[in-house]
């Protein structure tokens, strides 16, 4: 069953752990390759106060990122990117309570599942559904999926156009 779109989500503010930096970390390593504008983005909100974040958390998810990841690697997958989306979200997400459930309560692994959907990061989506995804963004029509895993569940977003409405639901 899905939430009113008009429903307002108070996240907590998390524990600042080891943990909490290193889950970002973790996450942005995961999306560097396939999905580099969503790596942009979801840096640049863990560097603003998005998620809560300390300063000093903020400064370490950068140092561990520059630790392990090589320059050249860096500068190959973020040399050429743009800010430009694939799809917009022009009304606010409908989330299934099951996704609400599954996430975690400051909105971080929303936001990276937003921004990787909206970017055309499909690279755990199907390669039937990526074609039709290309057909629903060049026509203006159809329904954009994209599919993620997150820990032991699998969360579909879709975007239904022309009417933007963008639902995560659990498949």
């Given at each position: 069953m899905l939430n009113e779109t008009t429903r307002?989500?108070?996240?907590?503010?998390?524990?600042k752990t080891v943990e909490r930096y290193n889950f970002i970390t973790e996450e942005l390593l995961t999306i560097l390759h396939s999905s580099p504008k969503a790596f942009v983005y979801i840096l640049k909100l863990a560097c603003s106060n998005a998620f809560n974040l300390s300063e000093e958390d903020a400064f370490r998810i950068i140092d561990d990122l520059s630790e392990r990841v090589?320059?050249?690697?860096?500068?190959?997958?973020l040399g050429s990117i743009d800010n430009s989306t694939l799809i917009e979200l022009k009304k606010r997400p409908e989330?299934?309570?099951?996704?609400?459930?599954?996430?975690d309560e400051d909105?971080?692994?929303l936001a990276a599942l937003l921004a990787r959907?909206?970017?055309?990061?499909?690279?755990?989506?199907?390669d039937d559904q990526a074609l039709l995804n290309d057909i629903a963004v060049k026509t203006g029509s159809g329904t954009y999926v994209t599919s993620y895993k997150q820990g032991?569940?699998?969360?579909?977003v879709?975007?239904?156009?022309?009417s933007y409405q963008t639902i995560l639901e659990l498949r």
């Open positions: 307002v989500i108070n996240y907590s503010k998390p524990q090589p320059q050249s690697e860096l500068e190959s997958a989330i299934s309570t099951d996704v609400i459930q599954v996430l909105g971080f692994q959907h909206t970017y055309g990061d499909m690279s755990e989506t199907s032991d569940f699998h969360i579909r879709s975007t239904n156009l022309p």
